[in-house]
């Protein structure tokens, strides 16, 4: 069932440029040759993000949520801007990264406007993370431990932190739970791989696993993680079609609830309601995976103190 009124969470996808080759990716946006030149300017942006802003909220709900996402989304070169923007618009701001480009110095950038920092880690090993293409164009990955001081910079700066993992065959029998129940974050979404036709054509057979060994991957994990105060987050492909809203680069919404993307008309030509409607909802699908949860964040941002500790924690060795 449509629900027609925009969600409380709406995920907004930049661009489609990444340094990462990560095979599982559903987010290419390649599957349209017309249109792959095309691209926002910094305005149009600006108001994408208003709309969104200035959308009504459902009913019982007083906040709104806008993920940054991409392909690789600090690629975007004024990401902080946008951020910013969508802060001053009175939306929870929340980055899904790769990791690749968050030094402590953008960090300290983005820490007054950025409410959360997600990063996806789908591996701590770097031969798996090879073979899933979750490195960059010499074939370098992220250790562990430069995850783990990102997530520990971003919690000195006063962020909420959250880390998404897609699992799929080449890492499902991987155990992170050691570094996860460690990592200080406050949720953990863990995305069995899904199939998108026109995306992830290339790779999907390589990577496809089964809803069972899914679950097997999430009950090795959850008691630990859970024992350290983490929210888990399960979400097998029967929770994830359909139960996000959606923008692309081009500023359509974008669904995958028919097994390849259907896209709406721009939400600048149309307008935001008439765009997503456009689209498939489901609105208990989205409740049901835990998609509305308290998005506001605890945190107090960082005191001198804290600013000082992170620079201490960087200095040449």
């Known amino acids: 069932m449509h629900s027609y009124l925009l969600p409380e969470a709406v995920n907004y996808h930049l661009n489609k440029n990444c340094n990462f080759r990560c095979k599982g990716c559903y987010a290419t946006f390649d599957e349209d040759s017309t249109s792959r030149g095309v691209k926002l300017s910094k305005e149009e942006m600006f108001r994408i993000v208003e709309a969104v802003a200035a959308a009504p909220l459902p009913s019982g709900k007083t906040v709104r949520k806008l993920t940054f996402a991409g392909g690789e989304p600090t690629l975007c070169p004024w990401l902080p801007e946008l951020i910013g923007h969508a802060k001053a618009c009175g939306l929870v701001t929340m980055l899904v990264t790769n990791g690749s480009r968050c030094t402590p110095e953008y960090l300290r950038r983005l820490a007054p406007v950025l409410d959360w920092l997600t990063v996806s880690i789908d591996s701590l090993a770097e031969e798996t993370n090879r073979a899933m293409g979750r490195h960059n164009s010499k074939g370098q990955p992220l250790s562990a431990e430069t995850y783990a001081q990102i997530l520990a910079d971003a919690a000195v700066l006063g962020l909420r932190t959250k880390i998404n993992t897609v699992v799929n065959r080449i890492n499902c029998r991987e155990d992170m739970s050691g570094f996860i129940a460690d990592s200080g974050i406050a949720r953990w979404k863990v995305l069995q791989v899904m199939p998108v036709e026109g995306q992830n054509d290339a790779h999907i057979d390589l990577l496809t696993l089964s809803r069972a060994e899914f679950d097997a991957f999430v009950a090795r994990h959850q008691p630990r993680v859970e024992a350290a105060g983490i929210r888990v987050v ?84």
């Open 234 to 317: 399960p979400e097998p492909v029967t929770s994830i079609r359909g139960s996000y809203a959606m923008i692309d680069p081009q500023g359509r919404f974008f669904d995958s609830s028919a097994g390849h993307h259907t896209y709406s008309q721009s939400i600048l030509e149309a307008g935001i309601e008439e765009a997503f409607a456009q689209v498939s909802f489901d609105r208990a699908t989205f409740e049901a995976r835990g998609g509305s949860y308290e998005f506001l964040s605890q945190s107090t941002m960082p005191t001198t103190a804290d600013v000082l500790t992170l620079d201490a924690n960087h200095q040449p060795s």
